[in-house]
């Protein structure tokens, strides 16, 4: 309120101070500004429970209104509230339905001493002083049940001394007579009636006196115990840390804490022991953040286990932050991984082909083509990602998986039929060997299109989507697409060793056309026992009963496995857009360190004999060595920053799996993202300027290995 508004008799508070006035107390924060703190509360009419005495009683609200459990005369029962108003008088009365609930009394320890009902008001815990504790499902109030009894205190000689909820009343925190302090939810547990089970999630310690009262804040996870010693402690309960602790009173037998409480605002705690009441300041900082929670696996509420989560915002106040920065690190390495996977070849092999084999005037054309490349702003390509290839792809995956495999055999299809030219017409249309062999693209492009649907007959049983999701089909499919690009390598490899020697014997003599005719025969040989050996390696790990009992499948949810549920914006569709955001860096910086090769070395190597290939492998690739690694390290730095494209595109989720086909998020899109919704100064503002300087320190130390290694490279060049 304003200073005309005030009370005359407070207008002389001076700034800072407060004054009790009329049943109220006012404080005056800044200059004509006054605030006015009264309590207002009014009392229902009263309802009876029982007729005998209650001895424990539970509360909560649902949305359809107060629910109570009460222990009296040895029964349990629970009470759904409900409110009668009188249209004519407006006059409220309130009434009780009562449901009993199974209660069988113990032979041994005593009467219960706890009796609580969850935030929801769907569950029920009752517990006794040597730790015994039932849990009932009141999910549906007409029929409570007892689901699952647990022991709160594992060590028999001690006894159960305290039993709090936290915020958001889901989590118990329990404390013994040795001053052991434990968190306990419900966790998914298919085995258990309800399918939950009661798990001591985090164990806080032990204080070596009797925990004797226990207080959450209501704010956040922090939590207060006070022991028999006139000790206190604070911990955080998500990040498993303690954050202070008071020294002992000196009077043991008048110091064991009553009562503690944390201030609404988290900057005081209070404590209360039978001869004195204590108040300390506190500055709690930010509790949420430790290593144990940045970098390590944290059981958080609800989860069936401990898991490296990131989710750092919801719509409740009782919310449990997750601020895991590994599922963002690992996003990041996987949007580097596939896109380096699908550029980082394309663009090594285009600036070999460029600056060794294509024509000068050829070279002269295509090489500031792909240079313009780069000058493609990354929001554009991630617009085309998000909303025209993914739609695109999400109808067309087979056909799409095929065209790796069938545009490069169109090339080296091309390339084979060039070879079966005759020599004159080789030698006049050299100049157009490249725009040639590139025609070829086209029908491998068509065919692998037009063979999607027999690919997804053959390797996902019909319905691709549906086998990701492993509905239908084993993972012979799945391996074979995966063991794909390393078969092709040992086949060809294999297949070269074995027939390299006995070829240049058995072709001693043969006319040009001769040789490349059995060239081209030995490349559909060598095709055709690629094949046969993926789909045999692919039904020997997949089939049940031969290398397992069950067969390994790829598919699966699991951050190992490579396969699994289809998701529209994918690592495929962002591995193959950020490729061609890092090609023509790649390119350009692989070729120059080509072309900068001395041309002696070059003229001395084919004066020795060897073919332009074997000069290319053996002597410009080795001396070039530490330039191809430098780009390849340069590429790998833009795809580890980069923002738009996996923003627009990834689908923003931060999961750890490997899976080709699902989301991922990275740190520079999580930091573009929360940054501007993130309060300045609080935790999330933190954490979020911390995964930025994990996002430096990660490229650093890359940088540094890549620069020894580069060293390394240029010293075995200037050996040549």
């Known amino acids: 309120m304003g200073e005309q508004q005030a009370p005359d008799a407070v207008k002389a508070i001076p700034i800072g101070g407060v004054m009790m006035h009329e049943n109220a107390l006012f404080a005056h924060p800044q200059p004509g500004q006054f605030r006015r703190h009264a309590f207002e509360y009014s009392l229902q009419s009263p309802i009876r429970l029982s007729d005998q005495p209650i001895q424990l009683l539970g509360h909560s609200v649902r949305s359809s209104g107060p629910v109570m459990i009460a222990f009296a005369g040895g029964r349990l029962a629970i009470y759904s509230i409900s409110e009668i108003r009188n249209f004519l008088t407006q006059a409220v009365t309130q009434q009780a339905r009562r449901v009993d609930v199974p209660y069988e009394p113990r032979t041994t320890g005593g009467e219960p001493t706890y009796l609580m009902l969850s935030g929801l008001g769907d569950l029920a815990y009752m517990a006794w002083p040597d730790g015994h504790l039932r849990r009932y499902d009141a999910r549906t109030l007409d029929n409570p049940k007892l689901v699952e009894t647990v022991d709160l205190v594992p060590d028999k000689d001690a006894k159960l001394t305290a039993l709090r909820f936290l915020i958001g009343r889901t989590t118990l925190i329990s404390g013994d007579s040795q001053g052991r302090v434990t968190a306990w939810f419900c966790a998914p547990d298919e085995t258990k009636i309800d399918r939950n089970a009661l798990v001591a999630a985090h164990d806080l310690g032990t204080a070596g006196a009797a925990v004797t009262a226990l207080s959450g804040s209501p704010r956040s996870r922090l939590l207060a115990a006070g022991f028999a010693d006139g000790r206190l402690r604070v911990f955080h309960v998500t990040a498993n840390a303690m954050l202070l602790e008071t020294s002992p009173m000196p009077d043991v037998e008048a110091s064991p804490i009553r009562v503690v409480a944390i201030g609404s605002r988290e900057d005081r705690l209070l404590a209360a022991s039978s001869i004195s009441l204590m108040s300390w300041q506190m500055d709690r900082r930010y509790p949420a953040i430790n290593v144990n929670s940045l970098f390590r696996k944290v059981w958080?509420?609800?989860?069936?286990?401990?898991?490296?989560?990131?989710?750092?915002?919801?719509?409740?106040?009782?919310?449990?932050?997750?601020?895991?920065?590994?599922?963002?690190?690992?996003?990041?390495?996987?949007?580097?991984?596939?896109?380096?996977?699908?550029?980082?070849?394309?663009?090594?092999?285009?600036?070999?082909?460029?600056?060794?084999?294509?024509?000068?005037?050829?070279?002269?054309?295509?090489?500031?083509?792909?240079?313009?490349?780069?000058?493609?702003?990354?929001?554009?390509?991630?617009?085309?990602?998000?909303?025209?290839?993914?739609?695109?792809?999400?109808?067309?995956?087979?056909?799409?998986?095929?065209?790796?495999?069938?545009?490069?055999?169109?090339?080296?299809?091309?390339?084979?039929?060039?070879?079966?030219?005759?020599?004159?017409?080789?030698?006049?249309?050299?100049?157009?060997?490249?725009?040639?062999?590139?025609?070829?693209?086209?029908?491998?492009?068509?065919?692998?299109?037009?063979?999607?649907p027999?690919?997804?007959?053959?390797?996902?049983?019909?319905?691709?989507?549906?086998?990701?999701?492993?509905?239908?089909?084993?993972?012979?499919?799945?391996?074979?697409?995966?063991?794909?690009?390393?078969?092709?390598?040992?086949?060809?490899?294999?297949?070269?060793?074995?027939?390299?020697?006995?070829?240049?014997?058995?072709?001693?003599?043969?006319?040009?056309?001769?040789?490349?005719?059995?060239?081209?025969?030995?490349?559909?040989?060598?095709?055709?026992?690629?094949?046969?050996?993926?789909?045999?390696?692919?039904?020997?790990?997949?089939?049940?009963?031969?290398?397992?009992?069950?067969?390994?499948?790829?598919?699966?949810?699991?951050?190992?496995?490579?396969?699994?549920?289809?998701?529209?914006?994918?690592?495929?569709?962002?591995?193959?857009?950020?490729?061609?955001?890092?090609?023509?860096?790649?390119?350009?910086?692989?070729?120059?360190?080509?072309?900068?090769?001395?041309?002696?070395?070059?003229?001395?190597?084919?004066?020795?004999?060897?073919?332009?290939?074997?000069?290319?492998?053996?002597?410009?690739?080795?001396t070039a060595m530490s330039g191809l690694f430098s780009a390849a390290m340069i590429g790998l730095g833009r795809a580890v920053g980069e923002t738009m494209i996996v923003l627009m595109a990834a689908g923003n989720t931060p999961v750890m799996q490997m899976n080709l086909f699902n989301g991922f998020r990275t740190l520079s899109a999580n930091i573009a993202v929360e940054l501007p919704e993130a309060p300045a100064g609080g935790s999330h503002y933190r954490v979020l300027f911390l995964a930025a300087l994990a996002l430096f320190v990660m490229t650093f130390i890359v940088n540094t290995f890549a620069e020894m290694i580069r060293q390394r490279f240029r010293k075995r060049a200037y050996q040549l």
Not at 336 to 359: D, K, R, V
Request: some cysteine; overall charge positive; hydrophobic content about 55%.
């Open 454 to 622: 027999l690919v997804e007959r053959l390797l996902f049983a019909g319905d691709f989507k549906r086998w990701m999701d492993g509905q239908v089909g084993t993972g012979a499919g799945g391996w074979f697409v995966l063991l794909t690009p390393l078969t092709a390598i040992l086949a060809a490899v294999v297949i070269n060793r074995l027939l390299r020697d006995r070829v240049r014997d058995w072709s001693y003599g043969w006319t040009r056309t001769q040789a490349a005719g059995f060239d081209a025969l030995k490349f559909v040989f060598s095709v055709m026992c690629w094949l046969a050996l993926t789909a045999g390696i692919a039904w020997l790990l997949a089939e049940p009963g031969l290398l397992s009992k069950e067969g390994f499948d790829p598919r699966g949810e699991g951050m190992h496995n490579f396969l699994g549920t289809y998701v529209q914006r994918n690592a495929m569709v962002v591995g193959f857009i950020m490729g061609f955001a890092i090609i023509p860096i790649i390119y350009t910086l692989a070729e120059d360190a080509l072309s900068s090769v001395p041309q002696h070395l070059r003229s001395a190597s084919l004066g020795a004999g060897a073919t332009p290939w074997q000069t290319t492998v053996r002597i410009i690739i080795p």
């Open 300 to 452: 958080y509420e609800g989860y069936a286990e401990p898991k490296h989560t990131w989710q750092s915002s919801s719509g409740t106040d009782d919310f449990e932050p997750k601020y895991g920065l590994m599922p963002l690190i690992f996003g990041t390495l996987k949007a580097t991984f596939y896109s380096l996977l699908f550029g980082l070849p394309i663009a090594l092999l285009a600036a070999i082909f460029t600056s060794e084999f294509m024509h000068p005037r050829v070279k002269a054309r295509v090489k500031p083509l792909v240079e313009m490349m780069a000058s493609l702003p990354s929001v554009v390509l991630g617009f085309l990602a998000a909303l025209v290839i993914a739609p695109v792809v999400e109808h067309i995956v087979p056909g799409v998986l095929a065209l790796f495999v069938g545009v490069p055999l169109a090339f080296l299809t091309g390339a084979y039929l060039w070879q079966l030219m005759p020599r004159r017409w080789a030698l006049r249309l050299v100049a157009y060997r490249f725009w040639a062999i590139c025609l070829m693209a086209v029908p491998g492009i068509w065919a692998a299109l037009q063979s999607g």
